[in-house]
């Protein structure tokens, strides 16, 4: 019996639908860029509108090969501003009509759900925060999630401690919260 490996030749894993592809780009793009990095948001496109539509940017952007590009090019919007709680600014975003989906990529700390029964009680958002940062069990984790216009959702989640490509889970409810922020961003 032959065995296929479900990774390319640069090491990322293939995916088998298009946003799982882009969420899986972007997550290697990510992960180029280090740990301790701000939130990014993409806009994703459809990469044969795109070259048809606007061939200049899609040549720019390597995409004027046909066979070798992705159905959907992420394409990387102006950096959050800093400060700015990530709820409040997603929701002054407006996408265009040539946009077919969004993604964003954050870092978070994570705690197992062990962990749950021993949060204080009567912390603010600032204290939880801080008890999160000082827990032992606490995790690093980059949330990748994406969704496009129809409501088709996925996500990939990276920890720190198994930063590999190999390593990375992806499912279309892993950041439900969050996937539901990043939809809202397409309600009129």
């Not at 969004?102 to 925060?129: F, Y």
């Not at 801080?130 to 990939?156: I, Y």
């Not at 590999?164 to 922020?181: R, Y």
């Amino acid at each position: 019996m032959l065995a296929m490996s479900n990774v390319s030749s640069s090491g990322t894993p293939m995916a088998a639908s298009p946003l799982t592809r882009a969420v899986l780009e972007i997550d290697e793009y990510a992960s180029g860029l280090g740990w301790d990095q701000p939130a990014r948001l993409f806009a994703l496109v459809d990469t044969a509108r795109m070259r048809a539509d606007e061939p200049e940017l899609a040549a720019q952007l390597g995409l004027d090969d046909g066979e070798a590009a992705a159905p959907l090019t992420p394409i990387e919007q102006d950096e959050i501003p800093n400060g700015t709680p990530l709820d409040e600014f997603l929701a002054t975003i407006a996408w265009p009509e040539a946009v077919a989906g969004c993604a964003l990529t954050v870092e978070r700390l994570m705690l197992p759900p062990s962990a749950e029964a021993s949060v204080p009680e009567g912390l603010d958002e600032t204290g939880l925060a801080e008890w999160v940062a000082a827990h032992p069990d606490r995790q690093e984790v980059r949330m990748t999630v994406a969704v496009l216009r129809d409501g088709v959702r996925e996500s990939a989640l990276r920890l720190r401690e198994k930063d590999a490509a190999t390593d990375v889970l992806t499912g279309s409810e892993l950041v439900p919260g969050l996937a539901e922020a990043l939809s809202a961003t397409f309600e009129s």
